[in-house]
């Protein structure tokens, strides 16, 4: 079986401003480090192109008003927020962005891969129903996930693990029990949203799961809460396939967040995902790229480490080169852990009416 | 004047292409510097050479080692420390005393060194090889960056090849060296290197000699889309051509994709010196019986068909139903590999194409034509192709520097995508000029590749990342028109 890759040179057309965080220089140095890898060559591996994501796909996640917006802005140019404008000719490429995290699925649905990844730009997590925010025009991830859900999957459930809460994808999903949500990202930090208590509204209660960390924190708690809360969450919850929002900017060497999670951690993070989905959803799995601003040190390595985690190959050669040990060491806070812990005793007890495994 | 010469495996054919063609076959057991008596005087002189790949199937036993720098990513068995990373900094250094102990710990003929991302930082591998040349020659270690381009597997695979091809090609070049001065090699994708090219990529040279045939008869017929078929002495190789040239692909070895681009061609085990028993056997011999040989082969089963080939009575021993049926037997597997292709019309070239090819065609339900010159096709296409060049320049305005074809040059200042482009341009073009090209032929000069991103450090726009690949791609040179 293949890991399908989504990616078109396309992805790296789209820029705000030559400066800014989301810009073409995020992802050459990966397309650099998997061509120069083999990947696109490799027998485990299938490269696909995306296709723009239809109106009516489009539709299913954002408001008329919104749509519109995008394509009059995207004609003059427009703005959201001060870290969001809309350039020229921006929608075609957000579609594109959108269409490939459907493709990703689709080709997983349709078992042209065993499981797929999406290395798409611009990002989608914080885009709202009616508006972008964070980087973020349109939600491809929720796109997608209403489309496969379109498709006859009935639950899915979504592991973002970008840096930044997820609120765009949280509060599409908010009131919907069909879609189990949850986020690890760190606070302090953009957009602030994300707590422990933020657990869904209506019957959605109980399906969106918040797990806060503080900065410094590193592999080990990633890991801890993945077989703590988010493992025993997915046997219960029972998936029929499972997303992750696979954001780097946890990378140690990240500029806009403060975390400690290395390129190995995350890949050993897929690797587990990917056991899971085995496990639960007959393997259905993807992977859509989110944030992630460490351009050298941090998304060549980390990217390349997702895609051979979903192949199943070998990861002991995943990891950063030698030079950057000791901004690890720097970026680490030992003392992070133990609240990482607390968080996740305070999350099962709010969780425990909810889901059966954090009951006493 | 373009002399074109082909060195096959019991034949070398010369073709000289002047106001009109005149052509030549030696036999290999005169030696090349024999051949090359014929065609004194001035003039282009091009190669094309089946003997290193020849030389490589008949040693069994050699044996290449890989010294491979694989760094972070996905992992390699059997590497040594040292990273280069995407943007050729040095990020871990390689240690000599493990080179030499493993180099020591693995003995073989011939070493292949590959580092990832060599392509944008050779130093490794030229460290690692400094360290080698205690343990082989230099025409016995082959470093993988001056191939250009991404992709560490396939320059594995490449690099292994050409340590295994090196040294004959370094021999042969030393041999055509010293009797002309100045020669070109005739390389697998149709187009013209310059020697020192070669030897550090030696395996452009494979399936040269199906290239050769094919631009041969696109020369000589004028066809644009075709299938030559080549009835050669031990092969019949089939090559199509689409507006006029061999289709490129990517070479594979010991099965994987390499780095190297070569023509399509399928090639089938059975030509004109090919024996017969009960039937037809894929191997050969000697020389047909009507060519002084000591058993039939299928040039003498057509000899009892009816035709007249060589000292046909020599032929008379052979049965002459066995020989009618070898012959079909023959003209079936070709038509059947001719199905393999949608070219509407067969092109026939080699020395017996006139007695067979008609025959195949009409099995294949195909139209035919046999061009003059038919049996000198492959030296012919030698003389007429012209000098290509491919440029991989990659620009890095933030460090300062550019790496072109592998080497790393200091880079002054960094200009826009249009200047960076002229420049490559004007380099390719000087590099063809000094190869020999001429300079109509470099009117086109195409540009496969150009992307460039800004490169941002903290809030500031520092500079500029660019790529560019150009090149002179393979044809007939306009002197031969
Ligand atoms: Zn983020």
Same mark, same amino acid.
């Given at each position: 079986?293949?890991?399908?890759?989504?990616?078109?040179?396309?992805?790296?057309?789209?820029?705000?401003?030559?400066?800014?965080?989301?810009?073409?220089?995020?992802?050459?140095?990966?397309?650099?480090?998997?061509?120069?890898?083999?990947?696109?060559?490799?027998?485990?591996?299938?490269?696909?192109?995306?296709?723009?994501?239809?109106?009516?796909?489009?539709?299913?996640?954002?408001?008329?008003?919104?749509?519109?917006?995008?394509?009059?802005?995207?004609?003059?140019?427009?703005?959201?927020?001060?870290?969001?404008?809309?350039?020229?000719?921006?929608?075609?490429?957000?579609?594109?962005?959108?269409?490939?995290?459907?493709?990703?699925?689709?080709?997983?649905?349709?078992?042209?891969?065993?499981?797929?990844?999406?290395?798409?730009?611009?990002?989608?997590?914080?885009?709202?129903?009616?508006?972008?925010?964070?980087?973020?025009?349109?939600?491809?991830?929720?796109?997608?996930?209403?489309?496969?859900?379109?498709?006859?999957?009935?639950?899915?459930?979504?592991?973002?693990?970008?840096?930044?809460?997820?609120?765009?994808?949280?509060?599409?999903?908010?009131?919907?029990?069909?879609?189990?949500?949850?986020?690890?990202?760190?606070?302090?930090?953009?957009?602030?949203?994300?707590?422990?208590?933020?657990?869904?509204?209506?019957?959605?209660?109980?399906?969106?799961?918040?797990?806060?960390?503080?900065?410094?924190?590193?592999?080990?708690?990633?890991?801890?809460?993945?077989?703590?809360?988010?493992?025993?969450?997915?046997?219960?919850?029972?998936?029929?396939?499972?997303?992750?929002?696979?954001?780097?900017?946890?990378?140690?060497?990240?500029?806009?967040?403060?975390?400690?999670?290395?390129?190995?951690?995350?890949?050993?993070?897929?690797?587990?995902?990917?056991?899971?989905?085995?496990?639960?959803?007959?393997?259905?799995?993807?992977?859509?790229?989110?944030?992630?601003?460490?351009?050298?040190?941090?998304?060549?390595?980390?990217?390349?480490?997702?895609?051979?985690?979903?192949?199943?190959?070998?990861?002991?050669?995943?990891?950063?080169?030698?030079?950057?040990?000791?901004?690890?060491?720097?970026?680490?806070?030992?003392?992070?852990?133990?609240?990482?812990?607390?968080?996740?005793?305070?999350?099962?007890?709010?969780?425990?009416?909810?889901?059966?495994?954090?009951?006493? | 004047?373009?002399?074109?010469? *082909?060195?096959?495996?019991?034949?070398?054919?010369?073709?000289?292409?002047?106001?009109?063609?005149?052509?030549?076959?030696?036999?290999?057991?005169?030696?090349?510097?024999?051949?090359?008596?014929?065609?004194?005087?001035?003039?282009?002189?091009?190669?094309? /050479?089946?003997?290193?790949?020849?030389?490589?199937?008949?040693?069994?036993?050699?044996?290449?080692?890989?010294?491979?720098?694989?760094?972070?990513?996905?992992?390699?068995?059997?590497?040594?420390?040292?990273?280069?990373?995407? $943007?050729g900094?040095?990020?871990?250094?390689?240690?000599?005393?493990?080179?030499?102990?493993?180099?020591?710990?693995?003995?073989?003929?011939?070493?292949?060194?590959?580092g990832?991302?060599s392509v944008r930082n050779p130093?490794?591998e030229q460290?690692?090889?400094?360290?080698?040349?205690?343990?082989?020659?230099?025409?016995?270690? $082959?470093l993988s960056h001056p191939l250009a381009v991404?992709?560490?597997?396939?320059r594995?695979?490449? /690099? #292994?090849?050409?340590?295994?091809?090196?040294?004959?090609?370094?021999?042969?070049?030393?041999?055509?060296?010293?009797?002309?001065? /100045?020669?070109?090699?005739?390389?697998?994708?149709?187009?013209?290197?310059?020697?020192?090219?070669?030897?550090r990529n030696?395996?452009?040279?494979?399936?040269?000699?199906?290239?050769?045939?094919?631009?041969?008869?696109?020369?000589?017929?004028?066809?644009?889309?075709?299938?030559?078929?080549?009835?050669?002495?031990?092969?019949?190789?089939?090559?199509?051509?689409?507006?006029?040239?061999?289709?490129?692909?990517?070479?594979?070895?010991?099965?994987?994709?390499?780095?190297?681009?070569?023509?399509?061609?399928?090639?089938?085990?059975?030509?004109?010196?090919?024996?017969?028993? *009960?039937?037809?056997?894929?191997?050969?011999?000697?020389?047909?019986?009507?060519?002084?040989?000591?058993?039939?082969?299928?040039?003498?089963?057509?000899?009892? /068909?009816?035709?007249?080939?060589?000292?046909?009575?020599?032929?008379?021993?052979? *049965?002459?139903?066995?020989?009618?049926?070898?012959?079909?037997?023959?003209?079936?597997?070709?038509?059947?590999?001719?199905?393999?292709?949608?070219?509407?019309?067969?092109?026939?070239?080699?020395?017996?194409?006139?007695?067979?090819?008609?025959?195949?065609? #009409?099995?294949?339900?195909?139209?035919?034509?046999?061009?003059?010159?038919?049996?000198?096709?492959?030296?012919?296409?030698?003389?007429?192709?012209?000098?290509?060049?491919?440029?991989v320049a990659h620009?890095?305005?933030?460090?300062?520097?550019?790496v072109v074809n592998g080497e790393v040059?200091?880079?002054?200042?960094?200009?826009?995508?249009?200047?960076?482009?002229?420049? $490559?341009?004007?380099?390719?073009?000087?590099?063809?000029?000094?190869?020999?090209?001429?300079?109509?032929?470099?009117?086109?000069?195409?540009?496969?590749? $150009?992307?460039?991103?800004?490169?941002?450090?903290?809030?500031? #726009?520092?500079?500029?990342?660019?790529?560019?690949?150009?090149?002179?791609?393979?044809?007939?040179?306009?002197?031969?028109?």
């Amino acid at each position: 079986m293949t890991t399908v890759i989504v990616f078109d040179e396309a992805y790296l057309r789209h820029e705000q401003s030559p400066d800014h965080p989301e810009r073409r220089e995020r992802l050459s140095y990966t397309f650099d480090q998997l061509r120069e890898d083999g990947i696109f060559d490799h027998p485990s591996f299938r490269h696909v192109f995306p296709v723009e994501a239809t109106q009516e796909q489009v539709a299913r996640v954002h408001l008329p008003e919104y749509i519109s917006f995008l394509k009059e802005a995207s004609t003059r140019g427009g703005f959201i927020d001060f870290d969001t404008v809309v350039p020229r000719g921006l929608l075609p490429l957000a579609l594109l962005a959108a269409g490939g995290a459907i493709r990703a699925a689709l080709s997983v649905l349709r078992g042209d891969g065993e499981n797929a990844f999406a290395l798409v730009r611009p990002p989608g997590h914080h885009a709202r129903a009616g508006t972008g925010a964070g980087f973020c025009y349109l939600n491809n991830m929720a796109i997608a996930v209403r489309e496969i859900q379109q498709q006859g999957i009935r639950r899915v459930m979504i592991l973002d693990w970008d840096a930044h809460h997820g609120d765009g994808t949280q509060s599409i999903f908010y009131g919907d029990s069909s879609v189990l949500f949850t986020s690890i990202h760190q606070r302090p930090l953009y957009p602030g949203s994300g707590d422990t208590s933020e657990i869904g509204e209506g019957d959605g209660m109980g399906y969106t799961v918040n797990m806060p960390v503080p900065p410094g924190t590193g592999d080990g708690s990633y890991h801890y809460l993945f077989d703590t809360i988010i493992a025993p969450l997915a046997r219960e919850f029972a998936p029929d396939f499972i997303a992750i929002s696979a954001g780097q900017d946890v990378h140690f060497t990240d500029p806009l967040a403060g975390l400690a999670v290395t390129a190995r951690g995350y890949a050993e993070l897929v690797r587990k995902a990917r056991q899971l989905a085995g496990e639960v959803c007959g393997g259905r799995l993807v992977a859509v790229l989110e944030g992630g601003y460490s351009v050298e040190g941090g998304l060549p390595y980390t990217n390349l480490g997702i895609a051979a985690a979903l192949a199943g190959l070998d990861l002991e050669n995943i990891r950063e080169p030698e030079v950057f040990a000791d901004w690890l060491l720097k970026a680490q806070d030992p003392s992070a852990h133990q609240r990482v812990c607390r968080m996740a005793d305070t999350l099962r007890e709010t969780l425990a009416p909810y889901w059966e495994c954090f009951s006493f | 004047m373009l002399v074109g010469m *082909d060195v096959g495996g019991t034949n070398t054919d010369l073709a000289v292409v002047e106001d009109g063609i005149s052509s030549l076959k030696v036999p290999n057991t005169r030696g090349i510097a024999d051949v090359l008596h014929h065609v004194r005087g001035p003039g282009r002189l091009a190669v094309s /050479t089946s003997t290193p790949l020849n030389h490589l199937l008949t040693r069994r036993d050699w044996k290449v080692t890989s010294l491979l720098i694989p760094g972070p990513g996905l992992r390699w068995p059997g590497g040594v420390k040292g990273a280069v990373n995407h $943007c050729g900094d040095i990020v871990e250094e390689v240690d000599r005393e493990e080179v030499t102990s493993f180099l020591a710990s693995h003995p073989a003929d011939a070493l292949a060194v590959i580092g990832k991302f060599s392509v944008r930082n050779p130093a490794l591998e030229q460290k690692v090889a400094e360290y080698a040349r205690g343990f082989y020659p230099d025409e016995r270690i $082959c470093l993988s960056h001056p191939l250009a381009v991404l992709g560490f597997p396939a320059r594995v695979a490449t /690099t #292994r090849l050409n340590a295994s091809l090196k040294e004959e090609v370094f021999r042969i070049t030393k041999l055509v060296e010293s009797e002309r001065n /100045t020669f070109l090699f005739f390389r697998g994708d149709a187009g013209l290197s310059p020697p020192g090219d070669v030897i550090r990529n030696p395996s452009v040279l494979t399936n040269s000699s199906a290239a050769a045939v094919g631009l041969g008869v696109s020369y000589l017929t004028g066809l644009r889309d075709c299938l030559v078929i080549d009835v050669g002495g031990t092969t019949t190789d089939l090559v199509p051509l689409e507006s006029g040239m061999p289709i490129p692909e990517v070479l594979v070895h010991e099965g994987t994709r390499t780095a190297t681009h070569v023509v399509r061609a399928h090639s089938l085990p059975f030509g004109g010196d090919s024996v017969i028993r *009960d039937g037809l056997m894929p191997w050969r011999e000697g020389n047909a019986l009507a060519f002084g040989g000591s058993g039939p082969t299928l040039t003498d089963a057509l000899n009892r /068909t009816g035709f007249e080939i060589g000292d046909y009575h020599a032929s008379s021993g052979l *049965d002459r139903r066995l020989a009618e049926q070898v012959v079909d037997e023959y003209c079936r597997k070709v038509a059947e590999a001719v199905q393999g292709f949608d070219s509407p019309r067969i092109a026939g070239c080699g020395y017996l194409a006139p007695f067979l090819v008609p025959e195949i065609a #009409r099995e294949a339900g195909r139209q035919f034509s046999i061009p003059p010159h038919a049996e000198c096709a492959n030296a012919i296409g030698v003389a007429v192709s012209r000098v290509s060049l491919t440029l991989v320049a990659h620009f890095d305005g933030v460090r300062g520097r550019s790496v072109v074809n592998g080497e790393v040059r200091r880079m002054e200042r960094m200009g826009d995508e249009d200047e960076l482009v002229e420049s $490559c341009r004007q380099e390719v073009r000087r590099q063809a000029l000094e190869a020999g090209a001429h300079p109509r032929d470099l009117d086109e000069i195409r540009v496969l590749t $150009c992307s460039s991103y800004d490169v941002v450090r903290g809030a500031f #726009r520092r500079s500029r990342i660019t790529d560019i690949v150009v090149q002179v791609a393979p044809g007939i040179t306009v002197e031969a028109r």
